[in-house]
């Protein structure tokens, strides 16, 4: 396997080498060494700073398809807000974005094709449990209260109302599936207006029934199809209807166990449209081709396709969607990496910006089979002028032999495999991430640059669970979060421990959120493993978590009780022996301090001495000006205690 090195002083240098590691079960597909012998050391301050990050050129389409240089002003550009109808309820709200953002929901309202009519999420939350926050900002401090529907309580109640644009609710559709605490998602108005479309999910999210609902009064029209899974159904978007005719495009993994396209009508049919064993995801149609991205080169990647659909114009009733001929898919993407696209209102022409682990970013433009037509902008490496690293990407062996699971190594740059080394593990591993990608650096946070110039060696490994992979992969947590995340962390770190080169007593461990959980998770699961860990904003006891991403995964304390015990970090503290650090955002509203002060006050009856590092006035995220005090915090915290 080629081993790519490319030295930032000598940057036209490649060197191939045979893998090093085969005998550990490790492969090493890309190797980047950045920065230059003898460059500054970065501070905490430098990787909080945009001018570390690959500069970036924006372009963007006119409504005529002309190529324009843009600012990014959001996914769906400038638009009018119309009125909304206001409730005399404060429990009660129109166009909130509901379900705490799952299941893909980024707006709360939605217009019909003409503009004329709105479909828009009336949300009451009457029967949600208020949870107080410290507001430290007031002279003697006050308390403000948010809504929190926690597992297996009380959650909100969602309906969709047709309404006009002056704040006039017209109807409420007639949705009588399942409970009042069922999920209304995936909106989408069909193209001549007269109809919406509407996944609705029972609260388990076992289920899901796809339905039509007359716009003019709000009935109910049918049930296209429906869906089950025993882990969980997840829409994550509305559907896309083909230009110029009443067949929709939709997004699904339940049904041939990846992330694939269906063509459908409004009859109910479905025909399978992507064929591979990989995730894809759409991005556009023309009415002749489906523009998707897909993970079939490789998981680590995102490369641009399409497929052509014929026969379209003996097509237009729904009844002949049988009819419709798919042809073969066409990659127009070449370069391996990640490319993100913007295809042009018309179809003729893209914007392909890439990067690759080894190349810092590049935009071009291509035409609509992938034709390069012009080169727009190629980043600088922006580590040039400080001391080098040296990145490493690859596989690793899963705890499930059916799998290898992704990784970067990041490590100073005078690397050498017959000295030790301190290893710090950065942890996420929840659902919807992936943080090992073949793109600038594999994906780098640059934290971990810092600390390998400092010596240490960073690992991340994107393991069961994470995205891209497929159905089997993502649901390997099923109602045990934690469990196969751990066991694949631990699998890859002691692939690293084979080979030699880890001072197995300085092995360290950071995450936040659901890394913050699987932190303490490996910390006292694998307590002679772990010498220091730094915990942020933990969750502790999935049933301190919200409904709709809790219960998805774990299902709830009544029906799930084995696997509550056994994820539950709040009788674990005793198995605690490596130093502990918890940072927590006092006004955290997506996981609340009830959870790390629920194991501090454990800590605190078992005599655990863990260090607790509040952020007063931080939510769940430490961002902005705090954050460049975080890395300090963490930094320092690993210096002493590693």
Not at 44 to 55: F, L, M, T, Y
Not at 287 to 304: C, I, K, M
Not at 360 to 369: E, F, I, N, Y
Not at 492 to 501: Q, R
């Amino acid at each position: 396997m080629k081993r790519i090195a490319i030295a930032a002083a000598f940057a036209a240098a490649i060197l191939l080498a045979v893998n090093a590691f085969a005998g550990s079960g490790r492969t090493v597909e890309k190797t980047v060494t950045v920065g230059t012998p003898g460059g500054r050391m970065l501070t905490c301050k430098d990787i909080n700073s945009p001018g570390i990050r690959p500069d970036r050129k924006w372009f963007g389409w006119s409504a005529t398809s002309e190529l324009q240089d843009a600012m990014p002003r959001g996914r769906f550009g400038p638009r009018r807000m119309p009125v909304l109808p206001v409730s005399e309820d404060p429990a009660v709200t129109y166009g909130k974005v509901p379900s705490r953002n799952e299941f893909g929901i980024n707006a709360g309202f939605y217009p019909s094709p003409d503009g004329a009519l709105l479909a828009v999420y009336r949300v009451d939350e009457s029967a949600v449990s208020e949870f107080p926050l410290l507001d430290i900002t007031t002279r003697t401090g006050s308390l403000k209260s948010i809504r929190y529907p926690m597992n297996g309580m009380p959650s909100e109640h969602v309906d969709l109302c047709v309404c006009d644009t002056l704040g006039n609710v017209l109807n409420t559709l007639a949705v009588t599936d399942f409970t009042d605490e069922r999920y209304l998602a995936g909106v989408t108005w069909t193209p001549d207006g007269s109809q919406i479309l509407v996944q609705v999910i029972d609260r388990s999210q076992h289920q899901l029934r796809f339905n039509v609902y007359n716009a003019s009064d709000g009935s109910f029209a049918r049930t296209l199809f429906c869906e089950q899974d025993a882990a969980w159904v997840e829409p994550h978007e509305g559907v896309y209807f083909v230009k110029d005719s009443n067949f929709f495009i939709y997004r699904t993994d339940v049904r041939d166990g990846f992330f694939q396209l269906y063509l459908c009508d409004l009859e109910g049919n479905v025909r399978r449209l992507t064929s591979c064993s990989a995730d894809v995801q759409y991005l556009a149609n023309d009415g002749e081709y489906v523009y998707y991205s897909s993970a079939e080169v490789s998981p680590a990647e995102n490369q641009l396709f399409r497929v052509r659909l014929s026969n379209l114009t003996v097509c237009k009733k729904p009844s002949k969607l049988a009819k419709v001929r798919f042809g073969k898919p066409e990659r127009l993407t070449p370069e391996s990496g990640s490319h993100s696209v913007s295809i042009s209102p018309d179809g003729s022409k893209f914007i392909d910006s890439w990067s690759a682990v080894d190349v810092p970013g590049k935009t071009v433009l291509r035409s609509a089979d992938g034709k390069l037509l012009k080169e727009l902008h190629t980043s600088a490496d922006p580590i040039a002028p400080y001391a080098p690293v040296t990145v490493e990407f690859g596989t690793v062996p899963s705890a499930d032999p059916a799998f290898e699971n992704y990784y970067r190594l990041v490590k100073p740059a005078d690397f050498d495999p017959a000295k030790k080394y301190p290893l710090i593990v950065y942890v996420y591993g929840g659902p919807h991430s992936q943080l090992v990608t073949d793109s600038w650096l594999a994906g780098i946070r640059y934290w971990e640059l810092l600390m390998a110039q400092k010596g240490y060696v960073m690992y991340i490994q994107d393991n069961r669970g994470t995205d891209n992979r497929g159905y089997a992969f993502a649901r390997a947590i099923n109602r045990q979060c934690g469990v196969a995340e751990t066991a694949d962390q631990v699998e890859g770190i002691n692939t690293l421990i084979a080979e030699g080169w880890v001072d197995e007593s300085r092995i360290g461990v950071v995450g936040w959120s659901y890394g913050g959980f699987m932190t303490i998770t490996l910390m006292t699961s694998h307590p002679e493993i772990f010498k220091a860990g730094c915990a942020g904003g933990p969750v502790i006891d999935w049933k301190w978590y919200e409904v709709m991403y809790g219960e998805r995964y774990m299902d709830n304390p009544t029906t799930n009780p084995e696997g509550f015990a056994r994820t539950s970090l709040e009788d674990k503290t005793t198995s605690l022996k490596g130093r502990l650090l918890i940072c927590q955002g006092m006004e955290d509203g997506t996981v609340l301090p009830i959870n790390s002060l629920s194991f501090m006050q454990s800590c605190v009856e078992n005599n655990v001495l863990p260090d607790y590092y509040p952020y007063p006035r931080s939510e769940h995220n430490v961002m902005g000006p705090w954050r460049e005090q975080l890395y300090l915090k963490l930094t320092d915290f690993f210096d002493r205690n590693l």
